[in-house]
């Protein structure tokens, strides 16, 4: 008599719910007839580099491109960590926290204090943290052991492009007017990254566009960064040189 009171109970309990329009459980979105370890995957690209949950089309269609083979693990990586979402997040993001995304994703576990202590000094050198790390870690055999464990194929290396993180420890400068280096690579005296011919471009402290000859328009002891850096703080092109 206790059971059927009970059941009673769960019935007018549930039907009060519906009527005004509660929800009687948050369900968790799944991918269509996939391999769990394969979700299980994609839904850490979500929590651990987006920051948040999958939607279903995403979650459905990467799933779907890991089980059938048309993309393999590292690729699928590539495409949320070079997404302009990832790119704006990982702009608000501490080191700390930059680096242990790499770790949660690629190796399923938080960053140790000498992993941890190992990248940071790694991307300290350069702005292109997130290709620094995207590589080291891709390319990793830990990584290619978690892919093989959960059904996927880890892939061969992925040339990166050259990405540029504007926070954290790591983070360019603000343009000075000292002067700079102009040849080889690495970092010049100034602070400014000083990159390999082809990808650099000049900026003085005081103007807004940024220049392919360093002697364009009278500029004085102007500062050697990338162009993708002068781009994404808001430097736009030199009609001259352009």
């Not at 393999?72 to 979402?85: I, L, N, V």
């Not at 790390?133 to 055999?141: E, I, N, W």
């Not at 100034?190 to 000859?213: D, I, K, M, Q």
Request: charged share 15%; hydrophobic share 35%.
């Amino acid at each position: 008599m206790k059971g059927v009171k009970r059941v009673i109970s769960s019935i007018v309990i549930v039907s009060i719910l519906v009527f005004f329009g509660l929800p009687l459980k948050t369900q968790q979105v799944n991918a269509d007839g996939v391999n769990p370890g394969i979700e299980t995957f994609v839904r850490s690209l979500y929590a651990d580099c987006l920051g948040r949950d999958a939607d279903p089309s995403g979650l459905n269609d990467w799933c779907t491109k890991l089980a059938n083979g048309t993309v393999t693990g590292k690729e699928c990586a590539f495409g949320f960590f070079f997404s302009s979402e990832f790119q704006s997040k990982a702009n608000q993001m501490s080191d700390e926290a930059f680096i242990n995304a790499y770790y949660k994703v690629f190796l399923n576990r938080s960053a140790d204090l000498s992993g941890a202590s190992y990248w940071a000094g790694m991307i300290s050198g350069t702005t292109n943290d997130i290709g620094v790390l995207f590589t080291g870690f891709a390319d990793s055999d830990e990584f290619a052991n978690k892919c093989a464990s959960y059904g996927i194929v880890v892939g061969d290396h992925i040339d990166v492009p050259e990405t540029v993180r504007t926070t954290g420890a790591s983070a360019a400068p603000t343009p000075s007017s000292s002067s700079s280096s102009s040849s080889g690579s690495g970092r010049a005296p100034n602070g400014w990254f000083n990159p390999p011919a082809g990808n650099e471009v000049w900026l003085t402290e005081s103007g807004s566009r940024y220049h392919c000859r360093s002697g364009c328009s009278g500029m004085i002891a102007p500062s050697h960064t990338t162009l993708a850096w002068a781009q994404a703080n808001g430097y736009t092109a030199c009609g001259r040189c352009y």
